[in-house]
């Protein structure tokens, strides 16, 4: 399902931006080359690091862990997600610059009709029942790894989620504010008509501010949420025993032989 997947990014890429701003028969063509461009780029540049990443988790994944280790390692793939948006400034530009006053106001419209559904989905149901959600999702995620965990991790996976610095006001205002800033940068382009590399400039930042905030206390945040994140994740391994190491040492191979896989298609 991953290879079939990730061959099949650009087409999906497609649909999905298509499903934001109603792409015209004439933006297709040229936006269909530039995602099988982003794909060759990623194929090549960052498959390499990530079947790297897999077996350094692998010769973790049998031992205990510092959180120094885990915090290294979350922070460099964290880091790199700088690197994805570069590569992807020629093609965003090229689309943002030929978006209609039609399509920027679908866009505005689909992005209000997502915000509503992530506030119904964790905002209204209230503090308990959205702790509830952030505790099943992480023994989720924990048990792919390990299989099932026994009853002393999931009270572990709780204290985690109820001592988190997770803030969902926070979270949404940062949400609040990429969304904005898409739609004014987007209008910008429109109303001012820059030059190809001006026009270029100005989603380099846009891409750029996406992974690290402007706003101060915004991006403090973040690195703060991380880096509980980071020390959560060694204290549950540490956790864990002999059999689910094993299970979690298994899913890494299996993950590190797909991604060998994708990069010789």
């Given at each position: 399902m991953v290879q079939t997947v990730y061959n099949r990014s650009p087409d999906l890429a497609y649909w999905w931006i298509d499903g934001f701003v109603d792409i015209t028969p004439q933006q297709r063509t040229v936006l269909i080359e530039d995602l099988e461009n982003y794909q060759r780029w990623h194929r090549t540049t960052q498959l390499p690091r990530y079947a790297q990443w897999?077996?350094?988790?692998q010769t973790l994944a049998l031992q205990d862990i510092s959180e120094e280790q885990s915090c290294?390692?979350?922070g460099e793939i964290w880091d790199s997600l700088l690197s994805l948006a570069d590569p992807a400034e020629a093609g965003t530009t090229r689309l943002a610059r030929s978006l209609s006053t039609e399509q920027l106001e679908h866009l505005r419209s689909k992005i209000e009709r997502h915000h509503r559904d992530w506030r119904r989905d964790w905002l209204e149901p209230g503090p308990a029942e959205g702790l509830d959600k952030r505790v099943k999702r992480a023994r989720e995620r924990a048990e792919d790894f390990y299989g099932r965990l026994d009853t002393s991790q999931q009270r572990l996976l709780r204290q985690?989620?109820?001592?988190?610095p997770y803030d969902i006001a926070l979270a949404e205002a940062i949400r609040l504010r990429r969304q904005e800033d898409i739609m004014n940068t987007l209008r910008g382009l429109q109303r001012q008509a820059p030059s190809p590399e001006e026009a270029r400039a100005q989603i380099r930042a846009l891409l750029q501010r996406s992974v690290r905030s402007p706003v101060a206390e915004h991006q403090a945040y973040v690195v703060r949420l991380n880096d509980y994140n980071c020390r959560a994740m060694a204290q549950l391994h540490n956790s864990t025993s002999?059999?689910?190491r094993q299970s979690a040492f298994k899913r890494l191979q299996k993950y590190e032989r797909d991604v060998l896989a994708l990069m010789n298609p």
């Open positions: 897999l077996r350094q988790m290294k390692l979350y985690q989620a109820e001592r988190s002999p059999e689910q």
